[in-house]
């Protein structure tokens, strides 16, 4: 079904598919526009193309969306979505509005093979990659349902690790900064990955995003545990490579680092992640673990955070404490777990 869904294709990809030598370049980046801009749903509403070409599309193409199934209202204005996808399965998106700036947190798969034991989301295993037109219509549908003007952020932080479906992504990246479809700056995309090394550098040499890399822990014995994915990318290696990356002028990576009760959140623990990023240029976002009904895991208290806080400042590195959003209706950070999806289902 989806080899036929014109969301899926880049500009280039639609030339070729559109063009018969007589089909001008003009008429491509005009039906382009109408898809990835106007956000047409329907080739009837491409008024300006002429209705041989039209009906050519018509029977050649489709314009398929999932659809929303589900939304809920934070009372600090986040909104998290549920959309239904084709074949049943459920994903989730989350808008969060900010004064001066607006972010989308897209999901990149449905489930998560990773197996991090704190994540909501890896409890629902791993079903399937979404597909790149299932990437972009989460900010799409999210767009036209709140009648937002412009998204000015996106960040792959919703289920899945973006990294392991990494050419969907990468072209679904492609088709939101493009100049005839939603223009959004790459270097406000952030890509965040639990550590899939091989992947890191394409990714940042192809699209020019922001890398976020969840580290979580300063000690392998206890990465090994809490995210099994680092006994094939140790600790070490993840600092090697964001040592060695090509990072574009003036730009950082981000580091996040969950605040976990007992688990991560000593002073060592801070002693040992100033260490670690000594040759690295980062900055650091820590999370106090938002705590959900289905894990035992705690954030740390204030104090403790402030501590873990103070000490990464005051070794001069840039840290900011993330401000928790949508937490009343699970839409945070490590939340994302779709409890109509099957598999877990033991939530009544
Ligand atoms: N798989 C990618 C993308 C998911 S991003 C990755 O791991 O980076 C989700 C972010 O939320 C990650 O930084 C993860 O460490 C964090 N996270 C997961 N569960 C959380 C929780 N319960 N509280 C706070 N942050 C959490």
New binding site residues.
Partial sequence: MENNNLLNFSLEELGGLISGEKTENYRVKQVFRWLHQKLATDFSEMSDLGKALREDLQKRFVIFYPTIQKIQKSKDGTHKFLFRLHDGHSIEAVYIPEKKRNTVCLS?QVG?A?G?T????AQMGFLRNLEPYEIITQLYLIKKELRLPRISNI?????????LNHKNVIQAIKLLVSDFGQGVSSRRITV????VVKNIEPLLTETKVSI???L?ATKDSLRDTI?PINKKYPIQMLIETLQNLPLPKRRRVTI?Y?LIKDVNDTLEDAQRLVRLLSKVRAKVNL??????PY?S?N?PHLKRIDEFHSYLIEKHITTMIRKQRGLDILG????LRVTENQKVGTDS
């Fill in positions: 990149s998560c990773l991090c704190f994540c909501l989301t960040v792959f932080m919703g289920m899945g690790e973006p990294l965040s990955t639990a550590g976020a890399l969840s979580n995210m996040e969950v999370i106090p673990y938002n705590e959900n894990i895991m954030a945070a950070c490590g939340q």
